[in-house]
């Protein structure tokens, strides 16, 4: 005799298919929330493969953990190759605003790039390897900033800088704001606890919402700087165009590029306006090939600004 099978009605079956799509939609929101607040990992830079790990404790909520020394080390490591040597007041600042860049990133879409070593090299190390082009005192506007790169780090190097951050994010520049007040308090609390004078003043630096076409009209920052830079910000034509306005006579713009193709170098080479230099250089550890494009105006156009 067949046993008789019974058939569950389609709502049941449709109601257990719901199930596993909010299960799978569950799994992968807790994924992300553990990265944001790892639990416990255990994790070292280990000098042959380049992997960087944390140790962190989920009582401890903060993200100071996941950018300790062994995270100082690599930027330490990796600037070194560009002849830059940095104090431990100096990493200090650069590892806070790693760890407040993780923290906000939870709330807002800052940066793509979240794994410690990863930011060590794409965000910090690149970002210090444009300040053997800008000399000391120099007045700096940084276009398209995002979460501070390169601006921040180059004022943490090089207090002597004058910078501006400027971002069409407001989000951003929020959090840029807030990083600013909190570093200065940090340095303030070290100058307090030392009977050295702290050079690592973080005066003369600030972050504005604004689009770069709309700021390079107003006066009180058309042809006021000595340095235009960005960081893969825009095509280098478009961005050339939008950081003109921006520079003194004889300042230069600096643009932070990847692999540059023909195409996008061209447009710019045959300008008469403008002459351009390409000097190369190559990220430390997994050896990713960048240049840096120098850009100023002819003589003959260096006239005409006033």
């Known amino acids: 005799m067949k046993k008789k099978i019974d058939k569950q009605p389609e709502e049941s079956v449709l109601l257990r298919k719901k199930s596993r799509k909010k299960n799978v939609q569950f799994k992968k929101t807790s994924r992300l ?7 416990k990992e255990s994790l070292v830079l280990n000098k ?6 944390v140790l962190h404790s989920p009582k401890n909520d903060n993200t100071a953990s996941l ?9 330490a490591r990796g ?3 560009f002849g830059i040597e940095l104090s431990s007041k100096q990493l200090d600042l650069l590892t806070f605003h790693a760890g407040e860049l993780i923290k906000w990133n939870s709330r807002f879409n800052i940066t793509a790039i979240v794994e410690p070593f990863e930011m060590a090299l794409k965000h910090f190390i690149d970002s210090i390897a444009i300040a053997p082009f800008i000399p000391d005192g120099s007045k700096v506007i940084d276009l398209g900033t995002g979460g501070g790169f390169p601006g921040m780090p180059l004022k943490v190097i090089n207090p002597t800088l004058e910078v501006v951050m400027a971002d069409s994010s407001r989000k951003k520049v929020s959090f840029l704001n807030n990083l600013i007040m909190q570093s200065n ?3 303030q609390s070290n100058l307090s606890q030392s009977t050295i004078s702290c050079q690592n003043d973080l005066n003369g630096i600030k972050a504005i919402h604004c689009r770069a076409e709309e700021l390079g009209k107003d006066p009180e920052y058309a042809h ?7 960081r893969a910000f825009a095509a280098l034509d478009r961005f050339t165009d939008m950081a003109l306005p921006f520079l003194k006579s004889s300042g230069a713009i600096l ?3 990847g692999d540059l193709s023909p195409d996008e170098l061209t447009p710019v080479v045959i300008r008469e306006d403008i002459t351009a230099e390409i000097s190369e250089y190559v990220l430390p550890f997994e ?3 960048r240049c840096i494009v120098k850009i100023r105006l002819s003589e003959f156009y260096q006239d005409h600004i006033v």
Do not use: E
């Open 185 to 187: 308090l940090l340095v």
């Open 255 to 257: 643009a932070m590029k």
């Open 33 to 39: 929330r553990n990265f944001v607040q790892p639990r």
């Open 79 to 81: 600037v070194l190759t």
């Open 287 to 289: 050896q990713h090939k």
């Open 224 to 230: 006021q700087f000595d340095f235009v830079i960005s």
């Open 67 to 75: 950018f300790g020394d062994d995270w100082q080390q690599t930027v």
């Open 48 to 53: 042959d493969s380049l992997t960087l790990s």
